[in-house]
């Protein structure tokens, strides 16, 4: 109990100082700004995030979120094709970026006198990016080994991948990010520029800046570099959501790899009302529960003891801009032991919670271990601009962060086991299965690693 409540308290003082130095402003072209002061180092973070990920796709056409991404650094007007990471590595900085369901975003992470230089370059390729024929038939070879290092060539991707196709059969979060490979093969340069041009404006992103900064500095610079981009009408998004699930369903993934393992979900609720909603905080402390630490159940119960499994797992993300959910539960059994058998043993933890719930000691501890954690990340300049910029393009405000700790902490034993009984069910669980096939010693990768 102690240590939940030092955590709370900790908590509580962390989130009034980041409040306090949180300032949101938007330019007249619909680009947000959101600046998270943290002056402990002369570095700052830039980001910007584009509400569009995978989610946006459409049939035919997945992957291409992710291969824009990776043409936003082949040049501009202005920027010939790989000078935009020269120019960031010459200032001393990093850069990179990354696609997911939801959003796409780049970042640079620099001393603080080079913020101009991030945002001259980023507002550069939000308005006047090149698409050129030939640098896509380079790129989109590049992201398609990509595919096959990440996903073709590891047993784990393609359990994971074929995991969301059944898991999701309607719902476009059951598409790869990065694309079927059919769809990248016939992928073609207009397929690229209509994302482009359907999506990257500025009223579509949020420019989220945290360092060593002042807020109404970087307000002036953003003005001064984005706000003469002339913003455009989005595309109407129309809601895509996932039939109830009415069974159970199943996916055997017949793959050459050393070691069976098994991945299970459940359709779960996710946040959409931050200040009534009470479900997605007791899902997030029933994971707690299950796993995070060597003494959570599913590490003490079938790892140590039992010694059926020699790694599991269970995990859930509230936040979710497709309103849709899994609860996930996964695991690797031990040598001598079946997949069958380590399913069984995770169903039975889970139903021990159904039927006895769980202690109010054992809350305590998940409480103050999950408050703790978010505490201490936000030591990280760059998680901090992380944190903002996935609430903000998934439909929340940074704000949410305020009440996290007090959400979490008051949820109860009985509202644990409501939410295990109400959604941990059989109709609603998919599971896939890795069934390792013979490694041919002699087999080379499929792919290699990429660089954008």
Same mark, same amino acid.
């Given at each position: 109990?102690?240590?939940?409540? !030092?955590?709370?308290?900790?908590?509580?003082?962390?989130?009034?100082?980041? $409040?306090?130095?949180?300032?949101?402003?938007?330019?007249?072209?619909?680009?947000?700004?959101?600046?998270?002061?943290?002056h402990r180092? =002369?570095?700052?973070?830039? &980001?910007?995030?584009?509400?569009?990920?995978?989610?946006?796709?459409?049939?035919?056409?997945?992957?291409?979120?992710?291969?824009?991404?990776?043409?936003?650094?082949?040049?501009?007007?202005?920027?010939?094709?790989? @000078?935009?990471?020269?120019?960031?590595?010459?200032?001393?900085?990093?850069?990179?970026?990354?696609?997911?369901?939801?959003?796409?975003?780049?970042?640079q992470?620099?001393?603080?006198? %080079?913020?101009?230089?991030?945002?001259?370059?980023?507002?550069?390729?939000?308005?006047?990016?090149?698409?050129?024929?030939?640098?896509?038939?380079?790129?989109?070879?590049?992201?398609?080994?990509?595919r096959?290092?990440?996903?073709?060539?590891?047993?784990?991707?393609?359990?994971?991948?074929?995991?969301?196709?059944?898991?999701? @059969?309607?719902?476009?979060?059951?598409?790869?990010i990065?694309?079927?490979?059919?769809?990248?093969?016939?992928?073609?340069?207009?397929?690229?520029?209509e994302?482009?041009?359907?999506?990257?404006?500025?009223?579509?992103?949020?420019?989220?800046?945290?360092?060593?900064?002042?807020?109404?500095?970087?307000?002036?610079?953003?003005?001064?570099?984005?706000g003469? !981009?002339?913003?455009?009408?989005?595309?109407?998004?129309? =809601? @895509?959501?996932?039939?109830? &699930? !009415?069974?159970?369903?199943?996916?055997?993934?017949?793959?050459?790899?050393?070691?069976?393992?098994?991945?299970?979900?459940?359709?779960?609720?996710?946040?959409?009302? $931050?200040?009534?909603?009470?479900?997605?905080?007791a899902?997030?402390?029933?994971?707690?529960v299950?796993?995070?630490?060597?003494?959570?159940?599913?590490?003490?119960?079938?790892?140590?003891? %039992? @010694?059926?499994?020699?790694?599991v797992?269970?995990?859930?993300?509230?936040?979710?801009?497709?309103?849709?959910?899994?609860?996930?539960?996964?695991?690797? =059994?031990?040598? #001598?032991?079946?997949?069958?058998?380590?399913?069984?043993?995770?169903?039975?933890?889970?139903?021990?919670?159904?039927?006895? #719930?769980?202690?109010?000691?054992?809350?305590?501890?998940?409480?103050?271990?999950?408050?703790?954690?978010?505490v201490?990340?936000?030591?990280?300049?760059?998680?901090?601009?992380?944190?903002?910029?996935?609430?903000?393009?998934?439909?929340?405000?940074?704000?949410?962060?305020?009440?996290?700790?007090?959400?979490?902490?008051?949820?109860?034993?009985?509202?644990?086991?409501?939410?295990?009984?109400?959604?941990?069910?059989?109709?609603?669980?998919?599971?896939?299965?890795?069934?390792? %096939?013979?490694?041919?010693?002699?087999?080379?990768?499929?792919?290699?690693?990429?660089?954008?």
């Amino acid at each position: 109990m102690l240590a939940t409540i !030092i955590a709370l308290a900790i908590g509580q003082v962390a989130l009034k100082a980041q $409040a306090a130095d949180t300032h949101e402003y938007k330019l007249d072209n619909g680009l947000r700004v959101i600046v998270q002061e943290d002056h402990r180092a =002369p570095v700052v973070v830039s &980001q910007v995030w584009y509400r569009a990920g995978s989610i946006d796709e459409v049939n035919g056409k997945t992957g291409v979120a992710h291969v824009l991404e990776h043409m936003m650094f082949k040049g501009t007007k202005q920027i010939k094709p790989g @000078q935009f990471s020269r120019l960031i590595a010459a200032a001393g900085g990093r850069e990179n970026a990354f696609t997911g369901t939801d959003y796409t975003a780049y970042y640079q992470q620099l001393e603080k006198s %080079q913020l101009p230089l991030s945002f001259k370059l980023e507002a550069d390729r939000m308005a006047n990016l090149e698409l050129t024929k030939e640098e896509f038939s380079k790129e989109i070879r590049v992201v398609m080994e990509e595919r096959r290092w990440r996903t073709d060539d590891k047993p784990q991707g393609m359990l994971n991948e074929q995991f969301n196709a059944i898991a999701f @059969q309607a719902h476009p979060y059951g598409r790869p990010i990065v694309g079927w490979m059919n769809d990248l093969e016939n992928m073609t340069f207009e397929d690229a520029r209509e994302w482009y041009h359907h999506w990257y404006t500025p009223s579509n992103a949020i420019l989220v800046v945290a360092g060593d900064v002042k807020g109404d500095e970087v307000y002036k610079l953003a003005k001064q570099y984005f706000g003469p !981009i002339r913003p455009h009408a989005l595309p109407a998004r129309k =809601p @895509q959501l996932e039939p109830q &699930q !009415i069974g159970e369903r199943r996916t055997v993934v017949k793959v050459p790899a050393e070691l069976p393992s098994i991945l299970m979900g459940f359709h779960v609720p996710v946040l959409q009302d $931050a200040d009534k909603d009470w479900e997605p905080y007791a899902l997030e402390i029933l994971a707690g529960v299950l796993d995070g630490n060597a003494s959570a159940r599913l590490n003490q119960n079938l790892v140590r003891q %039992q @010694q059926l499994a020699v790694d599991v797992g269970a995990s859930y993300d509230m936040i979710q801009r497709g309103q849709v959910g899994l609860f996930e539960l996964e695991g690797t =059994p031990s040598e #001598g032991k079946t997949v069958a058998e380590l399913e069984a043993a995770l169903l039975e933890q889970v139903e021990r919670i159904k039927q006895d #719930g769980v202690t109010e000691e054992e809350l305590q501890r998940v409480k103050a271990q999950v408050i703790a954690a978010d505490v201490y990340q936000r030591d990280s300049v760059f998680y901090q601009a992380m944190r903002i910029g996935r609430l903000e393009t998934t439909g929340f405000s940074w704000r949410t962060l305020d009440s996290y700790p007090a959400k979490l902490s008051a949820v109860t034993p009985q509202q644990v086991q409501e939410v295990a009984r109400k959604y941990l069910i059989k109709d609603t669980l998919s599971v896939a299965t890795l069934d390792p %096939q013979p490694i041919d010693p002699n087999a080379k990768p499929k792919g290699k690693p990429h660089e954008h």
